[in-house]
């Protein structure tokens, strides 16, 4: 401050400005004063001296000039002092005082020495080089050559009027020159050394003054902090008590002032145990870290505090006091006990959930996770899950991408609810997956993930779906009438059967009622059935009467059973319709009538020619041996005619059975021998025309014969189905039953597929009904046929092992996908297009496998053919 103060007025400009800059503009100041008074004085001195002087007459001008221009100019460089420039100004006052100099010299009208004299001026002015120049400092060795030069041209000027040998002049020149040049060197030297000596005690200046400030801003701020700040400072003896504390420390233990703290004894007044303050400052000795431990207040409350301590020590190790920073961390470790009661809990409910939950970080590696997704994962993929493990690279390859979008999609702060199907080791496992990012400061800084394996729930929808496909498809295709009713009476669902029987759309039955649609049972059949619904809560097989109000009449079996359908009590019904029977019933009923009033009418007038014949027998007494014989004869008729009755009733009973049965054989017949007829035509005209394609085409009517013949079996079949017989198991040829198949398929491969036949040398003959074993072959290799979309082969194989027959039936078609394997076998199940197939074939064909104690199975792969094979034990 003394140093800013001690600037003139003139100067303030420079006030701010660091001590070396001032310091030079201070000298400048001075200096140009002290040249403005120089050349104040000399103006009028040389005046007075050229006046009255008898050598220049008056006065001289191109000396004064000079002289009044450099009092201007050094005015000028006051100025530009005063505004800030000095540097400029001290450069301008350098040269001004030159070109004073060689003005002065060049017009001087002095002859010799008298003019040279001067020179010493240039020494003056050159020597104050080094204080005027600031950066640039070869100016100053620049300024000195410049006027050496100039010298030596002046020297060369005047040398005529000087006056001086050669020797004289040389030895001046050379002197003169090599002194300015001398003085130029110093001069650079000299502003060099004064410029560094200065930076280098600016700097120390500079240093100690902000070491001396940062000091006392350092004490400043201790003495507030310990005064001020929340947390407790204190220092204690080794002994056990108190030396200083701050304010916080004094009201964190309960104490009124640091005099009373210091007179409590610390380890038995400040620690809840003696020994626990050993443990501390060993603990503190040792270790840089924070230490918790518990405190007493004066009232005795248990506090918490946090402490970073350490011991002060003489040079000779000895402990002179032990101070520490501490907080008081009570209502902290209040909550990271709740906290930690609270992991445990959530810990447990995470690890008792059903589901699998995990986290990641922003690397993919694993941050948690739980024993159930541990144990899926590697049941899936054979990699046990841990912390630090980088789930992307436990993935297999083929799907680590796709979840590593997922992933991405999470950490990017998006929440990804998602089902995936994980295949692996011929297994598919269904997932749900919920997806959370872990956000802090709205950054995710990883991602937490909650999962569930629905592959029981997926396999159980899928076999519901089955299951109400099935039932749709039995629903509408049953031969019997179903409907659901709600509790007041309305169709909720009918069947096409319900629909087709009265003649009405479906969609006019539902929500009606049965009087709504003049639909309705007879009193008596109302009746019975409500009362057994009451009682029971089912109907089974009640014989009931209903009409439409057409006029129609219908007799059915009814079968009722309460349902529960959305909450709601309803009433499926089912009935099979008898009118049909109940009027051949009634013909028969009259039929036997009629057959029993023959009868009737027949005995009584046997009993009433038995009586007269009694009569006669009492008047012809003594033809008594006669008349017994006719007697028993008689009796024997009597009996042969109830017996005959009996067979008459059974005779008319199984004729209108044989009705429906002789119908259709009839019908069935005609066409059957159509064919046969037909087939034999054809067979003995080519004999007779075509004798050499016979052979090619005789596998053709043996197959039509098997098919007549086969058709002839299951009329005979019908016609005799009265009498309860089945039809019985024969030997057959697996060989045969194969080729028959071909022979009826060989229009639908004869020019795209091949057919290559590794038949067993031994026929393999199984005991079963040869019709079904034919439907189980036919069904394989038109499939294999239908599998093979171009051109292909089929291979088929037969193997005798043990009392079995093994059959192989391979295709190189299109295959079948390992989803839809396992479902091949199901009821109604197919890949087929819409009226390419039913899906019952293959159904049928493993039952009439099972049936003859045999397995089928399949092998396959999509885009790689199919392989079914069948095994048959061998007839004994």
Known sequence: MKEKSSIPDALKVYKDADFIVRLKAKFIYYLILSALVIVGVMIPTISYLQLSSNFYGGLYLPVLMPLFAGGIVIGLCYILLTRGHYLLSANLLLISGLVMVWMIMLFSKHQGIARLDTVVWLFAILAMAPLLIDKKRGLSLLYTLVNAALLVVFLFMIRSSLAISDYEFNDFLVNTTVALVFLGIVSYNIYFINKTAIEKADSDIRSREKSEEALRESEARYKDLFGSMPNGFYRSTPDGYFLDANPAFVKMLGYSSLEDLKKVYIPTDIYVHESEREEITISSEFSKELVTFRLKRKDGQIIWLEENARFIKDENGKVLFHEGICRDVSDRKETEDALLESEADLKAIIENSMDSIWSLNRNYEIKYVNNVFAGEFKSVFGVYLEKGTNILEALPGNIRQHWKERYDRILANESVVFEDIIESENRQTYIEVSGNPIVMDGKATGACFFGRNTTEKKLAEEELRQSKEMFKTLFESAPIDISVMDKHGRYMLVNKQFADKFNLPEESIIGKTMQELGLSLDEKSRQSVEEELSRN????????????????????????????????????????????????????????????????????????????????????????????????????????????????????????????????????????????????????????????????????????????????????????????????????????IIDDGLTLLYNQYKTRVSITRNYSPDKPVVMGREGQLHQVFLNVLANAMQAIEHEGEIHIETLLFGDRVRIAITDNGVGIAEDHLRYIFDPFYTTKAPGKGTGLGLSISQRIISDHNGTIHCESALNEGSCFIIELPLSK
């Open 537 to 736: 809560g089912f109907v089974k097989g009640k014989e009931v009467m209903s009409w439409h109000q057409e006029g129609i009449i219908n007799y059915s079996y009814y079968n009722g059973n309460q349902i529960t359908v959305k909450g709601e009590s309803c009433l499926l019904s089912t009935s099979l319709e008898i009118t049909e029977k109940k009027k051949i019933e009634k013909e028969l009923e009259e039929y036997k009538n009629h057959l029993e009033s023959l009868v009737q009418e027949r005995t009584e007038e046997l009993v009433a020619a038995n009586e007269e014949l009694k009569a006669i027998n009492d008047e012809l007494f003594d033809k008594n041996q006669i008349i017994s014989k006719q007697k028993e004869e008689l009796e024997k008729t009597i009996k042969s005619l109830k017996s005959l009755q009996i067979k008459l009733i059974q005779s008319e009973k199984m004729a209108s059975l044989g009705i429906l049965t002789a119908g259709v054989a009839h019908e069935i017949n005609n066409p059957i021998n159509f064919i046969a007829n037909g087939t034999a035509a054809v067979e003995s005209y080519i004999t007779d025309h075509h004798s050499g394609s016979l052979e090619e085409l005789n596998p053709l009517f043996e197959a039509i014969a098997a098919g007549v013949k086969r058709v002839t079996g299951i009329v005979r079949s019908m016609s005799k189905y009265n009498r309860s017989e089945s039809l019985p198991a024969s030997d057959c040829n697996i060989h045969e």
